[in-house]
């Protein structure tokens, strides 16, 4: 079996970071390690500040590592036309521009910094085989237009094809290699860098402080980059948490020309590309999303992954598999600004499968808002906004899922009575003395048991097959089988209760 690993490692240099070892006092502290809290620390640092970037794993090793490393104006996940629909057609040409203004960006950070990610400019290309999907291809085309970008029909990819087009110079890079690199540039004494240093309890105030496992830091101002905002805030009830599957494959016949290629299939589509790892090329192959923790046997996904490369490469074997995370908001933009209700406390969350680009984006406005000079594009993905109409049939249906989610598992009936009933590598949920258990069994035979319970808001975690994980299907939290946190808005480990 093929360990879950995205394939970014392979091509990446490895960089260490220092772990905090005493309390600090800082002007801005960022939270999360990621391509959004680099970027805002390099924005501030230039700018002058104090900053601490405080990462609770490795730089990098959180959703930025298993994204795609494809960059595009438009906005993938939601569709440019549906965005229009919700917000206007000025609001959906400011997305574009903002999400060009993001890629040009980065683009020049790694020619001001000198950083080797393996930066291109390709094609972006929407395409179907299929008549049905030729309508939303014709919306989504009209709108790109209509926001300024040129389209063209050529598509350069030997697959049959319905309806199609294609934007030229979008972009691809290795992302985990860009956020270490843009890391290690900009580390020094005023812009600290810490891994392996968790946040246990934040509190804004004069100052802000936050309780790590490894000491305290006081600051003027917070930014929230941890893809989902840690602890408890409003927008955890606009957004719902997603999966979404990747492999990489080497090929015995010809591998497609440079360029991201995402190729609809009813309402959803595969996206393709392929990366220069030093051991040779490979194709990437993206999709089949579901809701995070509504799909036990998830190696399925893998599976039609496969499925769909083989129908149109000669796939010669899978050498990468992973799986990735993301928030799709209700009114269909991310939310990046000053939290709703906070003086102190910024975040930057709801970035759907476009997080490279929002979260580039999130780190130029709020850098900007913290210096107080709100860019241009500040409004536009305000994050204490409310839109009852952009928003309300996705809201709704958000939250009657957390709902359900929360009736449904007190009356969970999908689990097992006894520890026999747990095969080695799967997990269970059982009651014991009343209390919903996550049960798992390693594949030595030995048993871990921790509270099902989300401490996030209280809904029962579910198994997930293929990562070995429990997963919260509310708002995406998901913890180790010892009950680690290792995504999403919990702050803390599910409740150790035994391990046999
Ligand atoms: Fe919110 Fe689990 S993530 S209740």
């Known amino acids: 079996m093929i360990p879950i690993a995205p394939v970014w490692k392979e091509g990446t240099q490895q960089m260490s970071f220092p772990i905090l070892n005493q309390d600090i006092s800082v002007d801005v502290a960022i939270i999360g390690g990621g391509i959004t809290g680099i970027t805002t620390a390099y924005q501030l640092a230039k700018a002058g500040m104090k900053v601490a970037v405080l990462e609770a794993r490795t730089i990098g090793e959180g959703s930025t590592g298993f994204s795609t490393g494809n960059l595009y104006a438009v906005p993938g996940s939601e569709g440019l036309h549906t965005i229009e629909q919700k917000w206007g057609s000025a609001h959906a040409k400011q997305v574009v521009q903002s999400r060009a203004a993001a890629i040009d960006f980065i683009e020049a950070r790694i020619s001001e910094l000198n950083i080797n990610c393996g930066f291109l400019h390709v094609p972006w290309c929407l395409f179907s085989a299929h008549a049905e999907s030729a309508s939303y291809i014709k919306k989504e085309r009209e709108a790109a237009e209509r926001a300024g970008l040129a389209t063209s029909d ?14 030229a110079n979008q972009a691809q890079f290795n992302p985990l290699q860009y956020t270490t690199e843009l890391a290690q540039r900009i580390k020094s004494d005023s812009c600290l860098i810490f891994e392996h240093t968790k946040m246990l309890e934040y509190k804004e105030g004069e100052p802000c402080l936050i309780t790590t496992d490894r000491g305290k830091v006081t600051a003027s101002a917070v930014v929230m980059a941890t893809h989902s905002p840690k602890g408890l805030y409003f927008v955890h009830s606009s957004m719902e948490p997603y999966r979404e599957y990747a492999i990489a494959v080497t090929l015995t016949g010809a591998y497609p020309p440079n360029g991201t290629y995402w190729d609809m299939k009813s309402k959803q589509h595969y996206s393709m590309r392929t990366y220069d790892t030093p051991r040779g090329k490979v194709l990437l192959v993206l999709g089949e999303k579901h809701k995070v923790g509504t799909l036990v046997h998830n190696e399925s996904c893998f599976e039609k992954l496969e499925s769909f490369a083989r129908e149109r490469f000669e796939v010669e074997s899978v050498v990468y598999r992973w799986a990735a995370q993301q928030y799709q908001p209700a009114d269909g933009l991310p939310f990046i600004g000053k939290s709703s209700g906070s003086t102190k406390t910024y975040i930057a969350t709801g970035f759907s499968a476009d997080g490279l680009v929002y979260g580039t984006l999130a780190a130029m406005i709020i850098g900007d808002e913290i210096m107080g000079k709100p860019g241009p594009w500040h409004k536009t993905y305000s994050a204490s906004r409310i839109t009852p109409i952009a928003s309300a049939t996705n809201y709704i249906k958000a939250n009657a899922s957390v709902a359900y989610e929360l009736v449904k598992d007190y009356l969970f009936k999908d689990g097992a009575k006894t520890f026999s009933e747990v095969a080695a590598n799967e997990g269970k ?56 946190v290792i995504e999403g808005p919990a702050i803390h480990a599910l409740n150790p209760l035994y391990v046999l």
């Open 154 to 167: 050529f598509i350069p990819l030997d697959l049959k094809v319905n309806t199609g087009f294609s934007i």
């Open 429 to 484: 949920i059982i009651e014991i003395k009343g209390e919903k258990c996550a049960v798992h069994r390693d594949h030595s035979g030995n048993l871990s048991i921790v509270s099902a319970v989300c401490p996030h808001m209280g809904c029962i975690v579910h198994w997930n097959s293929s990562e070995q994980s429990w997963d919260c299907p509310c708002h995406g939290s998901r913890f180790t089988t010892q009950g680690e």
